[in-house]
């Protein structure tokens, strides 16, 4: 079993819809949760931290649920530059980043 | 202030050849990370350096991989005679401090390798 897992994909939303992916990790010792975006052939770039109150950066939101070892982000009013590769990323103490595989989000007109 | 810089940012090498990938971190940066993605996958770690310390190499390939970090100059990933199932991005990371104590990790732009 992936240590982080993930739906890979693709969603296909119109513009406007919002989204919602989740990320399951396997290792109950994770202590920091992220959520990166990978463009086609790019670098992942950090989109939010995820933290257990839950987080909002516009109109992004990012959930962490320790007791069932899941995370979601929420994307709202989307845009056609949200297209991209959305990547769950964990790391526990001592460790690296673990990535989980990725979904693939593709926002049409 | 440069950011992560990388290169080659492309590689083509046939088997059995060296491929070689630099990596020079953000000014004032210590730590070195190295990660592989494979085609239609996440990225997976490979290896951790400090300055002429390999701190974590738990990912790294037993064979053909090695990876430095002089004390002068870029940090380097080594991989001897290449086959097929090379073929991926290698993105070089850096941070301040060690990663899991919290600093920020910064990725570069990822070095392409294509072995023909």
């Known amino acids: 079993r992936k240590e982080v897992e993930q739906d890979p994909g693709p969603f296909n939303v119109p513009e406007g819809a919002t989204v919602a992916f989740n990320c399951t990790y396997s290792?109950?010792?994770?202590?920091?949760f992220f959520w990166y975006r990978q463009d086609c052939r790019k670098e992942p770039k950090l989109l939010m931290s995820?933290?257990?109150s839950g987080n909002e950066d516009g109109r992004f939101t990012a959930q962490l649920n320790r007791a069932s070892q899941y995370i979601s982000l929420l994307i709202r009013d989307s845009k056609l530059s949200d297209s991209a590769t959305y990547l769950c990323?964990?790391?526990?103490?001592?460790?690296?980043?673990?990535f989980g595989g990725g979904t693939r989000l593709m926002v049409k007109p | 202030n440069a950011g992560v810089m990388q290169n080659p940012r492309h590689l083509v090498r046939r088997r059995g050849q060296e491929a070689r990938l630099r990596c020079s971190p953000m000014?004032?940066?210590?730590?070195v990370y190295w990660y592989r993605q494979l085609p239609e996958e996440g990225l997976k770690f490979m290896v951790y350096?400090?300055?002429?310390?390999?701190?974590?190499e738990s990912g790294m390939p037993k064979e053909r991989f090695s990876a430095e970090f002089p004390k002068e100059g870029p940090s380097i990933l080594r991989i001897q005679q290449v086959v097929r199932g090379d073929s991926a991005a290698y993105f070089c990371?850096?941070?301040?401090?060690?990663?899991?104590?919290?600093?920020?990790?910064?990725f570069g732009e990822g070095s392409w390798l294509t072995v023909v």
């Open positions: 990371a850096s941070s301040p401090g060690q990663h899991y104590s919290g600093n920020t990790i910064y």
């Open positions: 290792n109950s010792a994770s202590q920091s």
């Open positions: 995820v933290y257990s």
């Open positions: 990323v964990v790391n526990r103490a001592g460790n690296m980043l673990t």
């Open positions: 000014k004032g940066h210590s730590h």
């Open positions: 350096l400090q300055k002429e310390n390999i701190i974590d």
